[in-house]
């Protein structure tokens, strides 16, 4: 089994930045990919990026490329979501996910967050 607790969710305002954490425990090995999602209200599940575990290789969606940064901590099991450029569109409760990436797809990821909630003020 694997635990994921995200942190760092909070409001501001667009244009503004945020720091998201998913810190990881238990069995981690087990994984080769972890990928922060985010869902907003009345809308589908939306896979915004990954990092594959080992090379460090990242993938974006086109709605957060060049404005959002996902990086690791391996010491500290951790992974980060850098949100820079904020916009109200970003408005979601995003999760973070482990398994093994098809994708920007949620099918593969066997383990998740409970989320942390995102609000992008105008």
Known sequence: QVQL??????????????RL????????????????FRQAPGKERE??????TRSGTTHYADSVKGRFT??????????????????PEDTAMYYC???HCAGLAAYGMDYWGKGTLVTISS
């Open 5 to 18: 607790v995200e942190s760092g969710g909070g409001s501001v305002q667009a244009g503004g930045s945020l």
């Open 97 to 99: 996910a482990a398994g």
């Open 47 to 52: 896979g915004i990026g990954n990092i594959y």
């Open 70 to 87: 996902i990086s690791q901590d391996n010491a500290k099991n951790t992974l980060y979501l850098q949100m820079d450029s904020l916009k």
């Open 21 to 36: 954490s998913c810190a990881a425990s238990g069995y981690t090995y087990t994984t080769t990919c972890m990928a922060w």
